[in-house]
T-cell receptor, first 112, second 114 residues
Framework: DAGVIQSPRHEVTEMGQEVTLRCKPISGHNSLFWYRQTMMRGLELLIYFNNNVPIDDSGMPEDRFSAKMPNASFSTLKIQPSEPRDSAVYFC??????????FGEGSWLTVV | AQSVTQPDIHITVSEGASLELRCNYSYGATPYLFWYVQSPGQGLQLLLKYFSGDTLVQGIKGFEAEFKRSQSSFNLRKPSVHWSDAAEYFCAVGAVQGAQKLVFGQGTRLTINP
């Protein structure tokens, strides 16, 4: 079975550029999560969706960050404009509500 | 709100030795508890989980964990570690209801001496 698929795996971009991270959850899962991992703050939940609807975006750092889930099999996390402090690993994860959350391999973002 | 504390930032053990990684949680109701492992440059892989029932849970790769409600702990153990167990280990607590937001501890980095 395919797991959570994220792209790109690695991205290096210049400050001010737009960054779009993509995620395909596991088929049949109806919850999707975006996490960010940094050395300083560890793993933080940015936003999660149930049945494609954003439920809690309290972890989104600021207005530069936005996330969408247009359908059950696709989600994006966009940063515009990007800043060096956004450099982190961004994980997408999915679950069937009330069950185990499975993580993707992560998108390693470096903003220079 | 739930929280997780992993008191040990870094642990070093010798190959073949036993291992215990500590995890303490704070949550006002019955928690869902998880241990994930992250190898360098990789994503998080689920080792084991506790939802209910037997408080001693078995996971993959020979790991086990014991839920102790009285101590608010969910420590991870392995009787004999292998060099391939070197990784970062994360304990997480989730709410029983709803979409199960996970709150993670800061992680414990495990180094294995040959």
């Amino acid at each position: 079975d395919a797991g959570v698929i994220q792209s790109p795996r690695h991205e290096v971009t210049e400050m001010g550029q737009e960054v779009t991270l993509r995620c395909k959850p596991i088929s049949g899962h109806n919850s999707l999560f975006w996490y960010r991992q940094t050395m300083m703050r560890g793993l933080e939940l940015l936003i999660y969706f149930n049945n494609n609807v954003p439920i809690d975006d309290s972890g989104m750092p600021e207005d530069r960050f936005s996330a969408k889930m247009p359908n059950a099999s696709f989600s994006t996390l966009k940063i515009q404009p990007s800043e060096p402090r956004d450099s982190a690993v961004y994980f997408c994860a999915s679950s069937f509500i009330g069950n185990t959350i499975y993580f993707g391999e992560g998108s390693w973002l470096t903003v220079v | 709100a739930q929280s997780v504390t992993q008191p040990d930032i870094h642990i070093t053990v010798s190959e073949g030795a036993s291992l215990e990684l500590r995890c303490n949680y704070s949550y006002g109701a019955t928690p869902y508890l998880f241990w994930y492992v992250q190898s360098p440059g990789q994503g998080l892989q689920l080792l084991l989980k506790y939802f209910s029932g037997d408080t001693l849970v078995q996971g993959i790769k020979g790991f086990e964990a014991e839920f102790k409600r009285s101590q608010s702990s969910f420590n991870l153990r392995k009787p004999s570690v292998h060099w391939s167990d070197a990784a970062e280990y994360f304990c997480a607590v989730g709410a029983v209801q709803g979409a199960q937001k996970l709150v993670f501890g800061q992680g414990t980095r495990l180094t294995i001496n040959p």
